[in-house]
């Protein structure tokens, strides 16, 4: 199995800027890609951003390509997801996830899910 294991969520004004942080332990070796995924009140999950452990290979959807940055550091076996411009809109729990095989948006695919960290923006 692998663990995760969120943190850095927080209440920001829309403009400003967090910086939230997944750490992976357990068999890491078996993950070939992390992704973040979010969930709003009332609305399904979905899709943030995605990178490749090899590599490097980012993803992102369009909602937060250019305002969102996803980065890996394999020696310490985290992700991280660097959130700039925050809108109202990104308020939402946001997740990290770890796929075998996949690297893509279909949160189906992840075998692994972390517990979650909420992400409030104000306007």
């Known amino acids: 199995q692998v663990h995760l294991v969120e943190s850095g969520g927080g209440l920001v004004q829309a403009g400003g800027s967090l910086r939230l942080s997944c750490a992976a332990s357990?068999?890491?070796?078996?993950?070939?890609?992390m992704g973040w995924f979010r969930q709003a009140p009332g609305k399904d999950r979905e899709f943030v951003a995605t990178?490749?452990?090899?590599?490097?290979?980012?993803f992102y959807s369009d909602s937060v390509k250019d305002r969102f940055t996803i980065s890996r550091d394999n020696a310490k076996n985290t992700v991280s997801l660097q959130m700039n411009s925050l809108k109202p809109e990104d308020t939402a729990v946001y997740y990290c996830?770890?796929?075998?095989?996949?690297?893509?948006?279909?949160?189906?695919?992840?075998?692994?899910w972390g517990q979650g960290t909420q992400v409030s923006v104000s306007s």
């Open positions: 357990g068999r890491t070796f078996s993950s070939y890609a």
């Open positions: 996830a770890s796929s075998s095989r996949y690297r893509g948006s279909d949160d189906g695919w992840y075998e692994y």
């Open positions: 990178v490749v452990w090899i590599g490097g290979n980012t």
